[in-house]
T-cell receptor, first 111, second 112 residues
Framework: QKEVEQNSGPLSVPEGAIASLNCTYSDRGSQSFFWYRQYSGKSPELIMFIYSNGDKEDGRFTAQLNKASQYVSLLIRDSQPSDSATYLCAVNLRSNYQLIWGAGTKLIIKP | DAGVIQSPRHEVTEMGQEVTLRCKPISGHDYLFWYRQTMMRGLELLIYFNNNVPIDDSGMPEDRFSAKMPNASFSTLKIQPSEPRDSAVYFC??????????FGPGTRLTVT
């Protein structure tokens, strides 16, 4: 069973702090890794993707991938109340183009 | 650029009725995915197409569900007959080369 695991939260972070979201996956053949943000009542929105080990930065967001340990994380610097949402981790297997989805972590940024 | 377009945005129907959900993918994208999202089960892949051909429909819950993609710019997901347990938000997503997926706004289906 190929799985993607996330802590469901809620994760509460004060405004201006760094929010750290984590995701582990079971299939070592996983090739591509995605972070989506979903506001309540809205559709998932792609915010970051990463393919190689290491860090990838985009504005206030940094995705970190460690294939040896099979985890991917998302850091949000200078957290804003507008970052409050559910963050979904998704993993693309080598064998096909399906994304395996985590259940999501609910993030709450407190002013 | 227009994103993925879905219609209707909301659908309320009675048990036993036929429901048809529609999706227009992003122009040039060659993969199209249908998902269902509920609080209990999260985001579930129902079926996906590549170049209008269904590739994997193992997520389709039962024979009451069917999906078609008659051309590169249109797909439908049909439920016949509908049941209350089909109530969920149905998303369509598209991608190029099977990588990053971009989601439509979803159709919120309520079956009474």
């Amino acid at each position: 069973q190929k799985e993607v695991e996330q802590n469901s939260g809620p994760l509460s972070v004060p405004e201006g702090a760094i929010a750290s979201l984590n995701c582990t996956y079971s299939d070592r053949g996983s090739q591509s890794f995605f972070w989506y943000r979903q506001y309540s009542g809205k559709s998932p929105e792609l915010i970051m993707f990463i393919y190689s080990n290491g860090d990838k930065e985009d504005g206030r967001f940094t995705a970190q991938l460690n294939k040896a340990s099979q985890y991917v994380s998302l850091l949000i610097r200078d957290s804003q109340p507008s970052d409050s949402a559910t963050y979904l981790c998704a993993v693309n297997l080598r064998s096909n183009y399906q994304l395996i989805w985590g259940a999501g972590t609910k993030l709450i940024i407190k002013p | 650029d227009a994103g993925v377009i879905q219609s209707p945005r909301h659908e309320v129907t009675e048990m036993g009725q036929e429901v048809t959900l529609r999706c227009k993918p992003i122009s040039g994208h060659d993969y199209l995915f249908w998902y269902r999202q509920t609080m209990m089960r999260g985001l579930e892949l129902l079926i996906y197409f590549n170049n209008n051909v269904p590739i994997d429909d193992s997520g389709m819950p039962e024979d009451r569900f069917s999906a078609k993609m008659p051309n590169a710019s249109f797909s439908t997901l049909k439920i016949q007959p509908s049941e209350p347990r089909d109530s969920a938000v149905y998303f369509c997503a598209s991608s190029s080369l099977g990588q990053e997926q971009y989601f439509g706004p979803g159709t919120r289906l309520t079956v009474t």
